[in-house]
């Protein structure tokens, strides 16, 4: 370990705060040099700025200290060589944070702002315009009689760098704005990275054996300043608009929120999620509200923002050294931190496949203590260098599973583990059954040779088929089918159904109501459907969507089973990985007796004829939003039978949604509806369209 990332760990010490006032700038310097220049963190944002916020409380607390090349004394950002610098006409500057994430650090902002204005008790609350603190870059674009004519980022906040060819490959940046448009107008946002284009981002790069990215953050910031404005339009970027650079020939409407209304009528993206509230309690309510919605936006925010909405009033407030003193970002709990990887090992999947886990210090990260993360694979692990006693950064962002994104390489203990080698590490035999493990020609994946005869992979393929989206058998989590499978109570599928209520009640922990309760719903759930069932196979490769596609054309069960590959081929979506991964799984005779069994035992469904290509699909190409509850579908019912139409549900409102389908307590989605004048349909406007 070096001097520095000796310094890094020690607690401040109050009787010198020379040294540590030094050891931090020093380190700032060098991190920040990582993340702005150089696109390559080693340590979280979260750690980051509570270094920083370390180095201005020592510096309040000790003014003489405070020096003019302090990090705390200018917005941070260098240019690089390789860019024209352009400097700002009117400074982009920083925005003031406030970390307490509770409602106190609302009501914290309203207070203070009340103080300046000068506003007794009595006066009525002041009126914000809050919006969302994207997780990106802040640029400028500058428009000249309504033509983009130059991009730049914030830089040091007084000089940028010009990286308009990059800007301009993004899709959502006009190139010419919409209406009449002033003589000069300079738009400030944020370029971002939606979750999905990440993960696709970093899909491909695994498959094409090339370095992943951290963070959304980090591949929209390493995009921008592509010096290859090829490569940075192969990188999926996304733009939203918040505010103002230089403006002539505009008289500028009164409030913040006109100006984003009239930013989103030149055409430029501005943000859905924003809303003008009264004083603390509306602040507090949008953080509240924003906070419960985070994991299900499609891109990364670590914060709202808040800005006093009459612009009148945010020029008598003005400026306290370079942060606005009438806007603040009120941050979210961090989506990464720091902890240690205290061992690593191997979980097998239901297709056997064998996936390094980190097993972590125990970390709160996204709002949920994690303690596991998923390493990927063995390339992936290796990439990364990931070795028992590192310090990593985990990432636990939406839905997504928590991940170990990098290793801090200074951190790391001189009783490190070895390099990570899967087979060696198994002795090249699966973890759980024995069996030999493999990894054929061009997979990533290590895979356990076993098939249902290993444990692991029986448990993951019964909680497969009891699934929700697949045989939906309500009670049949995974501690009862480890007790099922540990126990030696179930090997097979089929034996699901001859289980009874007597020898699951003689389970640990089962009260005789859940017993019966499981038994009954293994009953009911017989009667399913074929795209249901043949999910609920586990066939690899075969997702609902592929299972709807097969039991559209071919009708029937019988005639997948003995479809050749050629026949299979002929399905939309189905290639020739797909196609013979199916001729595969039938091909096995104890698959087919699995079948057999389960039809022996009860389960049916209704078959057809083979659909193909003549069936009616009336909801081809149109896309439908669920909202509340209907009288008699559930959820899941109404989304199967609008994708068997052909068409597809998605989770929110925008232009492009063609219905939406309301039933009782339906909240925003509807209301958002209406606002888009988008049709809205109850159950029985539903079925009238389904029926065409
Ligand atoms: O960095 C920022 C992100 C979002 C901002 C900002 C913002 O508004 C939604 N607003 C201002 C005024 C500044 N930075 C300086």
């Known amino acids: 370990m070096t001097e520095q990332s000796s310094l890094f760990d020690a607690p401040p010490d109050p009787a010198v705060p020379e040294e540590r006032v030094a050891a931090l700038r020093e380190l700032l310097h060098r991190h920040a040099h990582r993340y702005y220049v150089l696109d390559d963190p080693e340590i979280p944002d979260a750690e980051y700025d509570r270094l920083f916020q370390e180095l201005q409380a020592l510096e309040e607390a000790h003014p003489a200290l405070r020096t003019p090349d302090s990090p705390t004394q200018r917005v941070i950002g260098k240019v690089l060589p390789g860019f024209t610098p352009v400097r700002h006409r009117v400074p982009m500057l920083s925005i003031r944070t406030e970390t307490d994430t509770l409602a106190s650090g609302a009501a914290n902002f309203d207070a203070r702002v009340r103080r300046e204005l000068g506003l007794a008790e009595t006066e009525p609350p002041v009126e914000y315009a809050c919006e969302l603190k994207f997780d990106g870059l802040a640029v400028n674009l500058r428009y000249e009689n309504g033509v983009l004519v ?81 490569i940075a339009a192969r990188r999926p970027l996304s733009f939203f608009a918040y505010g103002l650079g230089e403006v002539i020939g505009w008289t500028l409407p009164g409030t913040h929120s006109g100006v984003l209304d009239a930013l989103d009528a030149f055409g430029l993206p501005v943000s859905r999620e924003r809303a003008v509230v009264q004083g603390a309690e509306g602040l507090a309510e949008f953080h509240r509200r924003i906070g419960a919605q985070r994991d299900a936006l499609p891109f990364d925010i670590d914060g709202v923002v808040y800005k006093v909405n009459r612009l009148e009033l945010q020029q008598r407030l003005g400026f306290v050294t370079r942060e606005p003193r009438w806007a603040v970002a009120h941050k979210y709990p961090a989506q990464e931190q720091l902890t240690q990887v205290d061992d690593i090992y191997i979980q097998v999947g239901r297709t056997g496949k064998l996936t390094p886990v980190a097993r972590l210090v125990p970390v709160f990260v996204g709002g949920v203590t994690v303690t596991n993360a998923t390493l990927h694979n063995e390339d992936e692990t290796r990439r990364k260098d990931v070795r028992v006693g590192d310090t990593v950064i985990v990432r636990r962002a939406g839905d997504v599973i928590p991940e170990v994104v990098a290793v801090v390489p200074d951190r790391r203990p001189p009783d490190a583990g070895e390099p990570f080698d899967l087979y060696q590490r198994l002795g090249g035999r699966c973890p759980v059954c024995g069996s030999d493990i493999a990894r054929e020609e061009g997979e990533v994946d290590w895979r356990c040779t076993g098939g249902l005869f290993c444990a692991a992979q029986r448990k993951q393929a019964i909680l497969h088929y009891a699934q929700r989206r697949a045989m939906d058998i309500e009670g049949l989590g995974e501690r009862l089918v480890d007790q099922l499978v540990d126990g030696g109570l179930i090997r097979t599928l089929p034996e699901l159904y001859r289980l009874g209520v007597a020898k699951l009640a003689a389970l640990e922990r089962m009260a005789d109501k859940s017993a019966q309760n499981l038994v009954t719903a293994l009953e009911q759930r017989k009667h399913t459907t074929l795209p249901r069932f043949l999910f609920a196979l586990g066939i690899r490769h075969v997702g609902e969507a592929t299972a709807r596609d097969l039991a559209r054309h071919f009708g029937r069960l019988d005639r997948i089973m003995d479809a050749s590959v050629e026949q299979l081929l002929e399905v939309p979506d189905v290639g020739p990985v797909v196609a013979q991964s199916i001729r595969t799984f039938f091909d096995q005779p104890h698959n087919r007796e699995v079948v057999e069994q389960l039809r022996a035992a009860g389960v049916e469904w209704p078959e057809g004829e083979g659909t193909a290509s003549d069936a009616p699909r009336p909801l081809l190409g149109k896309t439908l939003v669920l909202t509340g509850t209907l009288p008699t579908l559930s959820r899941d019912e109404a989304k199967d039978l609008i994708e068997t139409a052909g068409g597809k549900v998605a989770g929110s409102v925008s232009k492009k949604t063609h219905y939406v389908v309301a039933g009782e307590e339906a909240g925003s989605k509807l209301a958002k509806a209406q606002e888009l004048g988008v049709p809205i349909l109850d159950e029985d406007g539903l079925k009238a369209l389904l029926a065409g």
């Open 150 to 230: 130059q991009a730049a980022t914030r830089g040091d906040g007084e000089t940028g760098e010009d990286v308009t060819q990059n800007i301009r490959t993004i899709g959502q940046i006009p190139l010419r704005l919409q209406g009449v448009a002033p003589e000069v107008l300079e738009v400030r946002g944020e370029v971002y990275m939606r979750r999905d284009d990440f993960e696709r981002l970093n899909a491909r790069q695994r498959e094409a054996n090339e370095k992943t990215f951290v963070n959304p953050r980090n591949a929209a910031a390493g995009a921008v300043r592509q010096l290859d404005p090829a």
